[in-house]
């Protein structure tokens, strides 16, 4: 059983509760469960964030998943360019206030709507424990992408 799956993310503490094998079973679950062509992700700066951010990577591009990398950024710019590039979600990693030993990643779908244990994160968690995902699919990509620019357009819109 995961015990990083909380009701609207993921958490956990580094090596048994959250590590690269289970983020690379969390990124083909995703992909299974959300079926979505492409998907956002980016990651804080943690030391350990960008391994994990590879490894939900290698999961959803066995999956034959689009990956739209934005790198090093902010939860909130994940979940506007989930919007901005029209992705069929969106996965941050980040342990956000939680200590140095943890990390996470929040999941949010099309248009940057919430997933919840009763919108896919509950059958993405079943997936992921049970490794069931049949054979690797073709089409996976990762490519790097700046929404930065557009982002800051977006706020200033606000103004």
């Not at 799956?5 to 679950?29: P, Q, T």
């Not at 939860?75 to 342990?95: I, K, N, P, Q, S």
């Not at 206030?97 to 990390?103: F, K």
């Amino acid at each position: 059983m995961l015990t990083c799956f909380k009701s609207y993310d993921v958490r956990g503490k580094l090596g048994d509760e959250l590590n690269e094998e289970i983020c690379e079973r969390i990124g083909r679950a995703f992909a299974r469960v959300m079926q979505p062509v492409c998907v956002v992700t980016g990651r804080d700066i943690r030391p350990t964030s960008r391994a994990l951010q590879e490894a939900l990577h290698r999961g959803m591009v066995s999956e034959g998943v689009q990956v739209i990398d934005i790198g090093l950024c902010g939860t909130e710019e994940v979940y506007f360019a989930t919007a901005h590039y029209g992705a069929g979600g969106g996965l941050m990693v980040t342990a956000s206030h939680n200590p140095i030993d943890y990390n996470g990643i929040k999941l949010v779908r099309a248009e940057a709507r919430p997933i919840s244990a009763e919108t896919g994160l509950a059958d993405i968690q079943a997936m992921a424990e049970s490794g069931d995902f049949g054979p690797a699919l073709p089409g996976g990509a990762v490519a790097q992408r700046d929404p930065r620019s557009a982002y800051i357009r977006h706020l200033l819109g606000y103004m």
